[in-house]
């Protein structure tokens, strides 16, 4: 679906020389890569998270697989075509949606710009209706799509955003950001949808976002890129698996017991009864919890992995060493 | 084609929907195109009253001179008047959204903004300049020939503003390359014989503000020759060509900004 074969883009920006007559005839240029020689492929009906830290490349990226900027040097291909040719059978296939960006009509109803998009995509009008219907259903807002778009929040809007780049079912949807300045009720209205209309539609979905929750939720595959490169490629179960090393056992306690009894165990992350937590070494866990069970009256007892935000932090601070 | 024309006529309808949601906006519209149509009116007045000959064009030819000028001008501006508004789907990235979508760009960034209540200030511009030409004007081909200009005139309105998007892309400038772009066609708004060489032939061929804005009346008027009519084509296909490159040139540069 995908192909990705060193791909660099490298911006070019002027520099300032706070000198007027240079800066308008004599104009120095300083160039900036923001995606060095990256390479990786896609297959069909996958849900990919790309992450990384501002800058680091994530959107600049999806902009040359989807045909907006035209790579400096490398290859790729989408869905066996070149995307900055932007053929109308390739564009047809594609949606791109971002939380930054709006592409609804402002000043009418939602269900204008939904018409529209009907009419773009030539949209058979039976599909166009049970899709609408459909998309409206997951996500709860069949009210919404008469009200002027300048009237809804920002939440109600990208749901409406999201409908709209999604009426023509294309194979394969990135997603840039689309949870950013939700609620968190927003945002977990929209993972649901992303979910539910990737295993419905089967489409491929490529993901950035800065809420690592997103990603937890919905990729099972994760390249996380820095600086322009790709650092890391692979399952999400196996990055946490490798650089989660510590475990996080929560406590549910019966009784209050003495701090001087809990630090027998070891130091707790934190104790507000009847909330108990040990971090502990993925090494040191079935000991731990043979001497919680022995010492400790609870009721219950879970053992979690470290917050993806951490285990990324722990990626980043041990490839920074290397 | 179809496809084309079913999306340019949705974009002219929202537009206009758009237009219409603000009733105090339709007011103030209205009387600005009112007021616009009085001063027009008023200035072909005054002329007629002051002058009898201008450059060895009679007052009516000149005042013909002046209503076609009026005419493209007017065609254009509702044409494009979406490229006016281009610089900030530039600046917000919005652009971005509009590349990815399944029909040529122009179709919204160059002609998506056209309003048809717009087109009904065409419609007194049309009845004076008839009342003008009919004293004036031979019935015979050059009627024929003053269509085809018309229509070579718009396609050159379209190459210049194609070329306005492509330094918007380039520069995130628009606005003032449209001023100097409405600067210049304002020099047609009389025939080209006043304006003393070299800016005569550099704004007929050069840069063919001439062509644009002055054959169409030539022609009408039966003072257009043959030669001239034929590199108005060659002049005109080949600012498309320059237009088109500098707009495939901009593409690949274009670097969506603000995201």
Same mark, same amino acid.
């Given at each position: 679906?995908?192909?990705?074969?060193?791909?660099?883009?490298? %911006?070019?920006? =002027?520099?300032?020389?706070?000198?007027?007559?240079?800066?308008?005839?004599?104009?120095?240029?300083?160039?900036?890569?923001?995606?060095?020689?990256?390479s990786f492929s896609i297959g069909p009906n996958e849900l990919v998270g790309f992450i990384g830290p501002n800058g680091a490349g994530k959107t600049t990226t999806l902009k040359m697989l989807a045909g907006i900027l035209y790579p400096s040097s490398g290859s790729l291909s989408v869905l066996n075509q070149n995307p900055f040719e932007k053929k109308r059978g390739f564009l047809k296939q594609i949606a791109f949606i971002m939380g930054q960006r709006n592409?609804?009509?402002?000043?009418?109803?939602? #269900?204008d710009t939904f018409d529209l998009q009907r009419a773009i995509y030539e949209i058979d009008e039976l599909k166009y209706k049970k899709t609408r219907s459909h998309l409206l259903a997951i996500l709860q807002c069949e009210s919404l799509m008469n009200k002027p778009v300048k009237t809804l929040s #920002? @939440?109600?809007?990208?749901?409406?955003?999201?409908?709209a780049g999604l009426l023509h079912t294309p194979k394969l949807v990135f997603l840039d950001e689309p949870t950013i300045g939700l609620d968190i009720f927003s945002q977990e209205a929209i993972r649901e949808f992303i979910k539910e209309y990737q295993e419905t539609y089967k489409s491929t979905v490529i993901l950035t976002s800065h809420y690592l929750e997103d990603v937890k939720k919905l990729a099972k595959r994760l390249i996380i890129i820095h600086k322009g490169t790709i650092m890391y490629d692979g399952s999400l179960k196996n990055i946490i698996e490798q650089y989660s090393t510590e475990k996080r056992i929560k406590i549910k306690l019966n009784e209050t017991v003495s701090e001087a009894k809990i630090k027998t165990i070891g130091n707790p992350l934190m104790y507000i009864y009847p909330q108990l937590i040990f971090s502990v070494k993925r090494s040191e866990l079935p000991e731990k919890i043979k001497q919680i069970s022995q010492s400790l009256p609870f009721s219950d007892l879970t053992v979690e992995d470290a917050s993806i935000e951490e285990v990324i932090k722990t990626f980043f601070s041990e490839n920074k060493k290397k | 084609m179809k496809h084309s024309f079913n999306i340019f006529l949705l974009f002219a309808k929202n537009s206009m929907r758009t237009t219409t949601q603000g009733r105090l906006g339709v007011v103030v519209f209205t009387i600005g195109k009112i007021i616009r149509f009085a001063f027009l009116f008023t200035l072909l007045s005054f002329i007629f009253s002051k002058t009898r000959v201008l450059k060895g064009y009679s007052i009516q030819q000149a005042a013909l001179f002046y209503m076609i000028f009026n005419l493209i001008d007017t065609i254009s501006q509702i044409l494009f008047r979406e490229v006016y508004r281009f610089r900030s789907l530039v600046v917000n990235g919005s652009l971005d959204t509009i590349l990815l979508k399944p029909y040529h760009p122009f179709l919204r960034i160059l002609v998506g903004g056209?309003?048809?209540?717009?087109?009904? #200030?065409?419609?007194? %511009?049309?009845?004076?300049?008839?009342?003008?030409?009919? @004293?004036?004007?031979?019935? +015979? =081909?050059?009627?024929?020939?003053?269509?085809? #200009?018309?229509?070579?005139?718009?396609?050159?309105?379209?190459?210049? =503003?194609?070329?306005?998007?492509?330094? +918007?892309?380039?520069?995130?400038?628009?606005d003032h390359t449209i001023l100097i772009y409405r600067d210049l066609t304002s020099l047609g708004r009389f025939p080209m014989a006043i304006y003393q060489e070299p800016i005569r032939?550099?704004?007929?061929?050069?840069?063919?503000? +001439?062509?644009?804005?002055?054959?169409?009346?030539?022609?009408?008027? @039966?003072?257009?020759?043959?030669?001239?009519?034929?590199?108005?084509?060659?002049?005109?296909?080949?600012?498309f060509i320059v237009a088109m490159t500098t707009w495939n040139f901009a593409l690949k540069q274009y670097q969506s900004w603000g995201g």
């Open positions: 679906m995908i192909t990705v074969k060193n791909i660099t883009k490298v %911006y070019k920006s =002027h520099i300032r020389q706070n000198n007027l007559f240079k800066d308008m005839f004599f104009r120095q240029f300083k160039e900036q890569t923001a995606v060095k020689n990256v592409q609804l009509i402002w000043d009418l109803p939602a #269900l #920002l @939440g109600e809007r990208m749901k409406m955003e999201f409908i | 056209v309003d048809i209540l717009d087109v009904i #200030l065409l419609v007194p %511009y049309i009845a004076i300049t008839i009342i003008i030409a009919s @004293g004036i004007v031979p019935i +015979g =081909h050059n009627i024929f020939l003053f269509f085809v #200009l018309l229509i070579n005139a718009i396609w050159i309105a379209t190459s210049f =503003h194609i070329l306005v998007l492509a330094l +918007g892309i380039l520069t995130t400038e628009v032939t550099i704004f007929t061929f050069i840069i063919p503000i +001439g062509i644009m804005t002055s054959f169409p009346s030539q022609a009408l008027l @039966g003072m257009l020759s043959w030669d001239k009519f034929l590199i108005s084509f060659i002049l005109s296909s080949i600012l």
